[in-house]
Nanobody
Framework: QVQLVESGGGSVQAGGSLVLSCAAS????????FGWFRQAPGQEREAVAA?????????VYVDSVKGRFTISTDSAKNTAFLQMHSLKPEDTAVYYC??????????????????WGQGTQVTVSS
């Protein structure tokens, strides 16, 4: 079993920055996939970014955040971060961290993730 705890959400003005953290504990494998997803009111949850902790640490992003968001992990590879810059009102959502343990690269595919955090609210005002 894996537990994920997110932190770092909050309220910022457009153009501002936030950093989200996702601390994983429990039965992590030597390699894992971390993903960040978000859900705005009245909308379906969508993928934002993902990173695979094995190999070359492949990272992928949804087009709407490329160049503004960066996903990374700490040296122990059990905490994932989402650095968000140049935030826009349309980035307002509850952000969820997700994890798939093992060698399968989950990428931006929600159904591949097994564990989910509780979510953290990000609000961007214009």
């Amino acid at each position: 079993q894996v537990q994920l705890v997110e932190s770092g959400g909050g309220s910022v003005q457009a153009g501002g920055s936030l950093v989200l953290s996702c601390a994983a504990s429990g039965s992590l494998d030597r390699t894992n996939s971390f993903g960040w997803f978000r859900q705005a009111p009245g909308q379906e949850r969508e993928a934002v970014a993902a990173i695979f902790t094995g190999g070359n640490g492949r990272r992928v992003y949804v087009d709407s955040v490329k160049g503004r968001f960066t996903i990374s992990t700490d040296s122990a590879k059990n905490t994932a971060f989402l650095q968000m810059h140049s935030l826009k009102p349309e980035d307002t959502a509850v952000y969820y961290c997700a994890l798939r343990a093992g060698t399968v690269v989950a990428g931006l595919t929600e159904k591949y993730y097994h564990y989910w955090g509780q979510g953290t609210q990000v609000t961007v005002s214009s």
